[in-house]
């Protein structure tokens, strides 16, 4: 074979016994020799490389990737060197055109496709890039930089002739940003330090800063980044790669710092350098949304899903042109109460990513499985293909979250069959039948948890619920008893003690509670409430005093309201409003409220105060226009009534009316 086309493999690793397989097995057609330096392996690393042949020679580590790597080049014997890390791999085919492209006399490199993909485990979305990773392979092409390394530059400095092609048909796989990935290798921290010792001997490289800047912003330090960003762009030529990434960071970076007027600034000088560059409209809409400012935001993301393809340089995060603007278009639908045209936008977005979990969420919210279940799901299977343990377990959860508790129940049993060990999906399922009541049943599942269990105390405190709802005060104050001796923060022991007293028939007392004493007696609430049982709804509501009572109307309000205790939510809603005079929000309940019991004009008038209160929010302008309509078809139907049988001329008058 001519030494010319033929390909060495280099890599450096340590211990990389979870990846190192999957690669060396994407890539075993494709090269013609394999180069591992190990930097300190404890585990399997080494031995799975030498079972595919690979050259494996140890590095005594010195805190520089560049180091390293030309320790592998050293070794390498072929005329073109592929290099990649363990935690990449390439697709199916990449191989072949590799081999193709290296025939060529004129070309000193490629840059190569590569997919990253970032989230967790079991959920992740892809971005793709371009990256240098096949060149010839010359005795002065040498890596720098500690971290980040780079050969480019090099290659050029040495032949200042030399032409680089890209090549999207050969694809790396990159697994590295995964979130346990990077929290084993703890990356952010070990490439801030190597990256900062790096600028402080050659501060003016702006790849060092660029790569600064990124890590900076992933460990969430918005500031600094900003200033790195911007350090970089000022000296970037128009034309420069990854100009628009560094436009894209600094938007990102004024956003996360809560700057969000710089942040518009930057979207709007990017625009105006990259015109197609989907994330610059993406976030856009995303402050706009933020802002309040909805026209803007429809325009930005209307404007995204009307893009092209986007270049592999741009490095266009997944779904800028998809799922994610839809998703926007979605909310912004629901904020004018339009819930046809944000399913339509919904139903797309789920269509380009059926993973994208929000906006299955926000379908079934929709849907109200609560109300109408047999619908929903229908509705949600024809959309949807359940064809694994863990859609039926997300679809279960969701379920569970919207109060539809059968539904809840049938999926993520079906989620979890052949699964032994008792689980949080055990907790839920369980709840499911609670809320059914199906104590019994219930509390079987419940039992299945051991004291040393994390999750021992969720199911001692459903079991209490369980007995507490049947009136079995023996049980009850055993499961208090259980709960109380494994150390209870004061405010769930305040509800414990609470639901221990009213099954006793002690003498009420008034409580005041903090934060996670609420948000779990309000989850109680809710639960008694689902079950039609507002005695004991009641019984917790009046062990708490004023106070408590008036912080928390409104969330209060919102409870009784879905489960049609309209009275009673309007007392607890106006209790609020006294105590809060400016709350927007508290105004629209109220008027809902007043709606849905007939009282139009009292109704129309708290519409109108939450316009006042808040004039940038469209849903109030929405129902007040809706409520308007639904007066004028009462009168309609008061005045046709009242003036029959000459109806004819009142609906003639109606129309005469018409502007």
Same mark, same amino acid.
């Given at each position: 074979m001519d030494n010319n086309i033929t390909i060495s493999l280099c890599m450096i690793v340590k211990n990389e016994e979870q990846n190192i397989a999957r690669c060396l097995e994407s890539v075993k057609e494709a090269v013609d020799e394999i180069i591992v330096i190990d930097t300190g392996s404890t585990d399997k690393t080494m031995k799975i490389a030498r079972a595919y042949g690979a050259q494996v020679q140890s590095f005594l580590w010195n805190g520089n990737f560049s180091d390293a790597r030309n320790a592998s080049l050293d070794l390498a014997a072929g005329g073109w060197i592929l290099f990649l890390d363990a935690d990449e791999s390439m697709t199916a085919g990449s191989g072949a055109v590799l081999r193709e492209i290296v025939k060529a006399n004129d070309v000193e490199g490629y840059f190569i496709k590569i997919i990253n993909y970032v989230g967790s485990e079991s959920y992740s979305e892809c971005s793709p890039d371009m990256v240098f990773r096949l060149f010839r392979n010359r005795p002065d092409y040498r890596f720098h930089d500690a971290v980040h390394e780079q050969i480019v530059d090099t290659i050029q400095a040495r032949s200042h002739q030399a032409k680089f092609l890209i090549t999207e048909e050969v694809v790396i796989l990159h697994y590295g940003y995964l979130n346990?990935?990077?929290? &084993?290798?703890d990356k952010i921290n070990r490439n801030l330090s190597m990256l900062s010792k790096e600028l402080a001997v050659h501060p003016d490289s702006l790849s060092l800063r660029y790569h600064y800047g990124v890590e900076l912003y992933r460990s969430g330090q918005f500031e600094a980044s900003v200033r790195e960003f911007l350090a970089v762009?000022?000296? =970037? &030529?128009?034309? %420069?790669?990854?100009?628009a990434r560094v436009i894209r960071y600094i938007v990102m970076a004024y956003h996360g710092a809560g700057r969000l007027e710089e942040a518009m600034d930057m979207v709007n000088t990017g625009i105006a350098q990259v015109p197609d560059y989907a994330d610059l409209y993406y976030y856009g809409g995303l402050i706009s949304y933020d802002t309040k400012n909805y026209g803007a935001a429809y325009a *930005? *993301?209307?404007?995204?899903? @009307? =893009?092209?393809?986007q270049p592999v340089h741009y %490095? #266009?995060?997944s779904g800028m042109r998809g799922f994610r603007p839809c998703f926007y278009l979605g909310q912004l639908a629901e904020k004018f109460c339009n819930e046809e045209e944000a399913l339509r936008y919904y139903i797309q977005g789920l269509r380009d990513n059926p993973l994208f979990f929000p906006i299955l969420a926000n379908i079934t919210r929709i849907l109200r499985p609560g109300e109408d279940p047999v619908y929903a799901r229908n509705a949600l299977e024809r959309l949807c293909d359940f064809c694994s343990p863990q859609a039926y377990l997300i679809m279960g959860q969701i379920f569970f979250r919207e109060g539809a508790f059968g539904l809840a129940l049938e999926y993520l049993r079906r989620g979890a069959a052949g699964i032994q060990e008792p689980s949080l999906n055990t907790i839920h399922q369980a709840v499911c039948l609670l809320q059914q009541a199906n104590y019994p049943e219930a509390v079987e599942l419940l039992n299945l948890f051991l004291p040393k269990e994390p999750l021992y105390p969720l199911a001692i405190m459903n079991k209490l619920l369980c007995f507490w709802l049947q009136g079995n005060n023996d049980q009850v104050r055993k499961a208090a008893d259980q709960l109380f001796a494994l150390g209870l923060t004061p405010d769930t022991g305040a509800v414990v003690g609470l639901l221990r007293d009213i #099954? $006793?028939? +002690? $003498?009420? *007392?008034?409580m005041q509670l903090e934060e996670e004493g609420m948000t779990l007696l309000l989850e109680i609430l809710m639960r008694t409430l689902a079950l039609k049982r507002w005695d004991y709804g009641e019984k917790l509501l009046q062990r708490l005093n004023k106070n408590c009572l008036t912080e928390y109307g409104i969330k209060i309000g919102e409870i009784l309201k879905k489960y049609g205790r309209l009275e009673e939510s309007r007392n607890f809603v106006r209790l609020y409003?006294?105590?809060?005079?400016d709350s927007a929000e508290a105004y629209g309940l =109220?008027? /809902?409220?007043?709606?849905?019991?007939?009282a139009f004009f009292e109704a129309a008038s708290y519409y109108r105060q939450a316009i006042d209160k808040d004039p940038r929010e469209p849903q109030y302008y929405c129902k007040l226009i809706a409520l308007y309509k639904e007066l004028g078809r009462a009168v309609l139907d008061k005045a046709a009534e009242r003036f029959s049988p000459?109806? @004819?001329?009142? =609906? #003639?008058? /109606?129309?005469?009316? +018409?502007p």
């Open positions: 346990q990935q990077i929290e &084993e290798k762009i000022q000296q =970037l &030529e128009p034309g %420069a790669l990854y100009l *930005f *993301f209307e404007r995204c899903l @009307s =893009l092209p393809e %490095a #266009s995060h #099954s $006793e028939g +002690k $003498e009420a *007392f008034t409003l006294n105590a809060h005079p =109220l008027a /809902e409220l007043l709606r849905d019991t007939g000459i109806t @004819s001329l009142v =609906l #003639s008058g /109606e129309e005469a009316g +018409k």
